[in-house]
């Protein structure tokens, strides 16, 4: 089939599905079969030719808008392509369109999104997990088997396990963070999902690697993570930290994240005890650490440099005030708050500074853990989709639902989410592997032989084709 055969259909998908999920923002109709049919007028040669890709809307893409899910970015259109998109395009894969998100990657539902909730295609009075539940839900409900999105807390594993696909959080500074609209930089990283491993691989060899914009991108090479997905992983050594299984877990994930570690015996590998005595700080370390550099990164947005500007204002400091007052929702003003409070003379020492040397402690668990094994497995989420509507009075029980995947981003360390079951209600669940700095290959290696040996066998309600 020609690449404007294929494209014409996953456009028509994409715009059939998008009024019951709400997952796409903008869906770049002329753009991409202009693109199709110039790749059908080449040698199909690049790695990713004609391969449609979804981008979260707080990735930078030129000519198209990117909102970030905000009303102060509502109209924003950059005039430059992220390094990631900018790589991609160069290997001849097609951005079909931008996808939703909580505004400014801050949530763990999609509620947080000026532009409505997107709903989890298993259950539509789900959510989809977040902030990156629109690019979960593109490849989940099977219209691209890719799709970029940004990891900060877990924004990208998690929703990758309510929605039953592969999610991928890289090392810090494995992709290049230009052109990622800035969260809590020294936590952001673009993250990955996949409909398989697979998928996933061919999009990181991609993008990952050096690059001079952006100075914490690392100088590591860069293998063909599709090359090494078939290894064997027979001898392997999987650490569970057994203290970390404790209330919280609904029944149904801790069942399915129980036998996924029977699974993996059943591989071969080898299970065994690890510590992770710091990890029950890793919600509050984050919850100061991101808001403190949100709150720095945000300020930006001031009604002069980008986007919306309050009409109606007179004076210089009443039109900021303004345009932030309604420029911005309600989750990303808590988190400006927060993160100033903690940044201020007099608290500065009691959090921020304390929370670094706890942030530090994370690591150093880590580091000593993977002495003992190659990865730490626990679950992804502590539940499975929940209801929409259900957690948004309650931040502190929405905040819990990072409880596994910040600490990653705290020490800086990579972790896949697998899809490993279902609960009784058909709501998928994800296992979560974290490995070593630069053990992407190894992770992308784990979740191929699982999903090849378990595959999950099921399929969303809605669902393309
Ligand atoms: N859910 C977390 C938060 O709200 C993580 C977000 C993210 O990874 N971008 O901050």
Redesign the pocket.
């Known amino acids: 089939m020609s690449v404007l055969a294929k494209t014409k259909e996953v456009l028509a998908e994409a715009e059939r599905l998008n009024p019951q999920l709400n997952n796409f923002l903008s869906i770049e109709h002329e753009a991409s079969l202009e693109k199709a049919a110039y790749l059908d007028s080449v040698p199909a040669e690049r790695p990713m030719h004609g391969r449609a890709i979804a981008v979260k809307d707080n990735i930078c893409t030129r000519g198209m808008r990117t909102s970030c899910g905000s009303r102060i970015l509502e109209n924003y259109k950059a005039h430059y392509d992220a390094t990631a998109v900018e790589r991609l395009n160069a290997a001849g894969a097609i951005v079909i369109g931008k996808t939703n998100l909580?505004e400014f990657?801050?949530?763990?539902s999609n509620e947080n999104s000026a532009f409505g909730t997107v709903k989890n295609p298993w259950d539509v009075t789900r959510v989809p997990g977040?902030?990156?539940g629109g690019s979960a839900v593109a490849v989940a409900s099977g219209v691209v088997r890719a799709a970029l999105g940004?990891?900060?807390?877990?924004?990208?594993r998690?929703p990758a396990s309510l929605c039953g696909v592969v999610g991928l959080k890289v090392t810090y500074g494995r992709i290049s963070r230009y052109g990622l609209v800035a969260?809590a930089s020294s936590?952001?990283s673009i993250g990955i999902f996949g409909g398989s491993a697979n998928d996933a691989a061919d999009v990181l060899t991609v993008i990952a690697g050096r690059d001079a914009r952006d100075s914490t991108s690392a100088d590591v090479a860069v293998p063909d993570y599709a090359a090494t997905l078939e290894n064997e992983i027979k001898g392997k050594r999987i650490g569970v930290p057994r203290a970390l299984f404790g209330e919280g877990i609904e029944p149904d994930v801790r069942d399915a994240v129980e036998k996924s570690i029977d699974n993996f015996r059943s591989l071969g590998c080898e299970i065994v005890d690890v510590e992770l005595p710091h990890a029950k700080y890793g919600i509050a370390v984050?919850?100061i650490i991101?808001t403190a550099e949100a709150s720095s990164n945000l300020a930006r947005f001031d009604g002069v440099r980008y986007g919306f500007r309050a009409e109606d204002t007179h004076k210089l400091r009443e039109m900021y005030f303004k345009t932030r007052e309604e420029g911005f929702g309600e989750e990303v003003k808590r988190r400006i708050m927060l993160g100033t409070y903690v940044l201020s003379s007099g608290y500065y020492d009691a959090y921020y500074s304390k929370a670094q040397k706890v942030r530090a402690l994370i690591k150093k668990d880590y580091v000593a853990a993977f002495e003992k094994c190659d990865a730490i497995l626990t679950p992804t989420s502590p539940t499975v989709a929940f209801e929409i509507g259900e957690r948004t009075s309650d931040p502190l029980a929405?905040?819990l639902?990072?409880i596994y995947?910040?600490s990653a981003?705290l020490a800086g360390v990579p972790g896949i989410s697998i899809p490993c079951g279902l609960s009784s209600e058909g709501l998928p669940i994800g296992t979560q592997l974290v490995g070593n700095f630069w053990s992407e290959a190894e992770l992308l290696n784990f979740a191929h032989v699982y999903e090849t040996a378990y595959p999950l066998n099921a399929r969303p309600r809605i669902f393309a084709g």
């Open positions: 909580d990657a801050m949530g763990s977040g902030s990156s940004s990891e900060t807390g877990g924004s990208v998690q969260f936590l952001d984050y919850y991101a929405m905040y639902s990072d995947t910040v981003n």
